[in-house]
């Protein structure tokens, strides 16, 4: 076989690095379409730099992830599955594949759901597997074991070592995960403790902040949540949900500051609609909350309305709208 002349191999360097640069270019434009939430943007942008670039994981990736905040669960599994095929050892392609496979069970027929929620399993213990310091893969893994049925392999005990384990790698992981558990089997004051651990253990990513945040919004728990507000701005600065958090921790402890309604506006114009962010009509309820703290049932009732607009069986706002008698 005819080897490659030095300027021919040079050409070639040449043209993967151009590639390489290509591709790199086409994932920053379009992780910046993506923090928009124009995802639909995203996902053009990464399938024509994926038909330039097929064996790139990352963009698959990305591909995954987009897919999935535009509800195309089909796409998102497909990408997934792409990008553990290009590289099978990459713990982090394993945890979104269990995540496509995941909500894609949760919008199936039931018997198309138990397989897919078997996959999902797989895929997460895979990720965990491969690295142990993928804590959103461990999270996942966890809260799969806590809620699923015993038919599709779940179980709270199958959970525990796992949770033990987080406890020794970082305890603010173990405590978050060990609160899953017990919330699931409504032990609300021991998920309280936990959670409370959790959080002041000062966890290092945003986004387990703020799901100790939903919990304590959950629980109407407004100093917990001035905490979750107080260390997510610290860690993520540019974060919108802070906003959010600060002002539901004000309302909730009757803090009459107009504030509130200034951060929850500003949430509301400048957040992106994502599958981990606060939606709509949590904040048109908050909203409504603030407005009957200051004595106007009018706007308050009008924000319900909204948020019942935008999700009609959102209880809270059903309830809140039924005792203005609106």
């Given at each position: 076989m005819k080897?490659?002349?030095?300027?021919?191999?040079?050409?070639?360097?040449?043209?993967?690095?151009?590639?390489?640069?290509?591709?790199?270019q086409a994932l920053d434009t379009a992780r910046q379409a993506y923090e928009k939430g124009d995802y639909h943007q995203a996902i053009s942008i990464l399938k024509e730099a994926a038909a330039k670039?097929?064996?790139?994981?990352?963009?698959?990736?990305?591909?995954?992830?987009?897919?999935?905040?535009?509800?195309?669960?089909?796409?998102?599994?497909?990408?997934?599955?792409?990008a553990v095929s290009i590289d099978a050892k990459n713990s982090v392609y394993h945890q979104w594949l269990g995540?496509?496979?995941?909500q894609k069970a949760?919008?199936?027929?039931?018997l198309s759901a138990y397989p897919l929620a078997r996959k999902t399993q797989k895929e997460f213990e895979t990720a965990v597997q491969l690295d142990e310091h993928n804590y959103d893969a461990a999270q996942d893994l966890v809260e799969y074991d806590c809620t699923a049925?015993?038919?599709v392999g779940g179980g709270a005990d199958k959970a525990q070592p796992l949770i033990q384990?987080?406890?020794?790698?970082?305890?603010?992981?173990?405590?978050?995960?060990?609160?899953?558990?017990?919330?699931?089997?409504k032990d609300l004051p021991a998920a309280d403790a936990e959670y409370a651990k959790a959080l002041e253990g000062k966890p290092k990513s945003a986004d387990r902040i703020y799901d100790i945040g939903d919990y304590f919004e959950q629980r109407g728990q407004g100093d917990k949540l001035l905490e979750v507000a107080?260390?997510?701005?610290?860690?993520?600065?540019?974060?919108?949900?802070?906003?959010?958090?600060?002002a539901v921790g004000e309302i909730l402890k009757g803090e009459k500051n107009a504030d509130s309604e200034k951060l929850l506006k500003e949430y509301l114009q400048e957040a992106p609609v994502r599958s981990t962010f606060p939606p709509d009509f949590h904040v048109h309820y908050w909203l409504g909350r603030f407005y009957e703290s200051q004595n106007d049932p009018e706007r308050a009732k009008n924000e319900y309305r909204y948020a019942l607009k935008l999700n009609p069986k959102f209880k809270k706002a059903q309830?809140?709208?039924?005792?203005?008698?609106?």
């Open positions: 080897r490659c002349s030095r300027a021919c191999c040079a050409l070639l360097s040449l043209a993967m690095v151009a590639i390489q640069a290509h591709a790199q670039d097929p064996g790139n994981g990352d963009i698959q990736l990305w591909l995954t992830k987009s897919h999935l905040e535009a509800k195309q669960y089909d796409d998102a599994v497909k990408s997934g599955e792409k995540e496509a496979y995941g949760d919008h199936a027929s039931a049925p015993g038919m384990k987080l406890l020794t790698l970082d305890a603010a992981e173990g405590h978050f995960a060990a609160g899953v558990c017990k919330a699931v089997k107080a260390q997510g701005e610290k860690l993520a600065p540019k974060d919108l949900r802070g906003k959010y958090y600060r309830e809140a709208l039924k005792e203005l008698g609106g």
